[in-house]
C-alpha cells in the first residue's frame, strides 16, 4: 500500500524557518497538499498542488516538490504555528484512494 | 459559508452497526466528491472512505473494507457511512470533509483529490 512519511517532529524559535518534509514513491506523479491542526480543531488546509497557498493563509506558508519528496516550508514562524501538520496525496495506482502521512508536530520554543 | 455538519456518533459494543450522517449547506452539493476522514485519539489522520459526486467512484481504505459503506442523497445533501462489525480500532473522531473541483486544459471536470473544508467530526467509540 501506498505510504507518506513524515518526521515525527520538527522544533524551531520564533522568527526563525521551519521546514517539514513528507517522501512518498508515488509523490513525482501526484499532487501533495498540506493540514494544519490545532488540539481540538478540524484540519486546515494550508497548501494544495504542491505549492499553491489558499486565501487566507498566511504567505510565510509555502510548500515545494522535489522528486518523491516534498516540503512544507514556514518562513518566520510564529508561535500561533504551533500545530501539528499533515501532509497528503492520491494514490497513484487509479484506484479511488487518499493517503495521510502520520504527522509532524511543530514546537516553536 | 459552506457548513459540514456530522451526526450519529456515540458508544457502540465491538460487532455492532452504527450509521453516521453528514448535513452540508452553503454550497452546491451535488457538484463536488465528499469523503469521511478519521482520527483515532491521540493519533493522526486516516481516510476513511471517498464519494465522487454521482455515486459512480467510490473507495474505501483497506481497513474498513467490506464493514464499511459511503453513500449519499444528493436531494437530502447528506453524506452517510454505515458502519457494521465494528472493532476498538475503529474509535475515533469522524470527520466528514468536501473535495473541490476543477477544469483541466481540456476542459474536463476533474476531481481535486484534497479537501477544502471539514466538519467538527462526530465521535465513535466502540467499546464493551
Known amino acids: 500500500s501506498y505510504e507518506l512519511t513524515q518526521p515525527p517532529s520538527v522544533s524551531v524559535s520564533p522568527g526563525q524557518t521551519a521546514r517539514i518534509t513528507c517522501s512518498g514513491d508515488a509523490l513525482p506523479k501526484q499532487y501533495a497538499y498540506w493540514y494544519q491542526q490545532k488540539p481540538g480543531q478540524a484540519p486546515v488546509l494550508v497548501i494544495y498542488k504542491d505549492s499553491e497557498r489558499p486565501s487566507g493563509i498566511p504567505e510565510r506558508f509555502s510548500g515545494s516538490s522535489s522528486g518523491t519528496t516534498v516540503t512544507l516550508t514556514i518562513s518566520g514562524v510564529q508561535a500561533e504555528d504551533e500545530a501539528d501538520y499533515y501532509c497528503?496525496?492520491?494514490?497513484?495506482?487509479?484506484?479511488?484512494?487518499?493517503?495521510f502521512g502520520g504527522g509532524t508536530k511543530l514546537t516553536v520554543l | 459559508e459552506v457548513q459540514l455538519v456530522e451526526s450519529g456518533g456515540g458508544l457502540v459494543q465491538p460487532g455492532r452497526s452504527l450509521r453516521l450522517s453528514c448535513a452540508a449547506s452553503?454550497?452546491?452539493?451535488?457538484?463536488?466528491?465528499m469523503h469521511w476522514v478519521r482520527q483515532a485519539p491521540g493519533k493522526g489522520l486516516e481516510w476513511v472512505s471517498g464519494i465522487s459526486w454521482n455515486s459512480g467512484s467510490i473507495g474505501y481504505a483497506d481497513s474498513v473494507k467490506g464493514r464499511f459503506t459511503i453513500s449519499r442523497d444528493n436531494a437530502k445533501n447528506s453524506l452517510y457511512l454505515q458502519m457494521n462489525s465494528l472493532r476498538a480500532e475503529d474509535t475515533a473522531l469522524y470527520y466528514c470533509?468536501?473535495?473541490?473541483?476543477?477544469?483541466?486544459?481540456?476542459?474536463?471536470?476533474?476531481?481535486?483529490?484534497?479537501?477544502?473544508?471539514w466538519g467538527q467530526g462526530t465521535l465513535v467509540t466502540v467499546s464493551s
Open positions: 497528503q496525496s492520491a494514490d497513484s495506482s487509479g484506484t479511488y484512494r487518499v493517503v
Open positions: 452553503g454550497f452546491t452539493f451535488d457538484d463536488y466528491a
Open positions: 470533509a468536501k473535495a473541490p473541483y476543477y477544469y483541466d486544459s481540456s476542459g474536463y471536470y476533474r476531481e481535486g483529490y484534497y479537501f477544502d473544508y
